[in-house]
């Protein structure tokens, strides 16, 4: 199985972090995770990043800086996680693939089943 590397947007704004569920039909899915995607050959991380975001959420962001990376394998995916602290810059957020969202505080994150790895990030944050 190839490993892939995913970008993952940590958008923080008045102290709450983005989080959207993910569709009820992907792998891990109605889980809770950062949103972003797969990097295609040629991006970098960083424009891999806006991309699935403008896809996603149909909103820019500022990407202020790479927080760290997570190893994620089972019997599905192998990826490396690479999430980045970042800003809402302009546009309404409308979901095209995630079931729902919300804005949480840091404490409100043991409310939500996270997907595997994005689970683990949230000790850095």
């Given at each position: ?46 424009i891999a ?77």
């Amino acid at each position: 199985m190839d490993k892939f590397d995913v970008v993952a947007a940590i958008i923080i704004k008045d102290d709450k972090f983005f989080i959207a569920q993910r569709n009820r039909n992907k792998h891990m899915g109605l889980s809770w995770e950062f949103p972003g995607g797969k990097v295609e050959i040629g991006e970098t991380f960083e424009i891999a990043l806006k991309r699935e975001i403008k896809e996603e959420l149909n909103i820019d962001i500022n990407i202020n800086k790479k927080l760290g990376e997570e190893n994620y394998k089972d019997d599905k995916i192998n990826v490396k996680l690479h999430y980045f602290i970042c800003s809402h810059a302009n546009g309404e957020i409308i979901l095209s693939e995630h079931e729902d969202s919300a804005w949480v505080t840091k404490n409100e994150f043991k409310n939500y089943k996270f997907a595997e790895g994005d689970s683990d990030i949230i000790n850095l944050l």
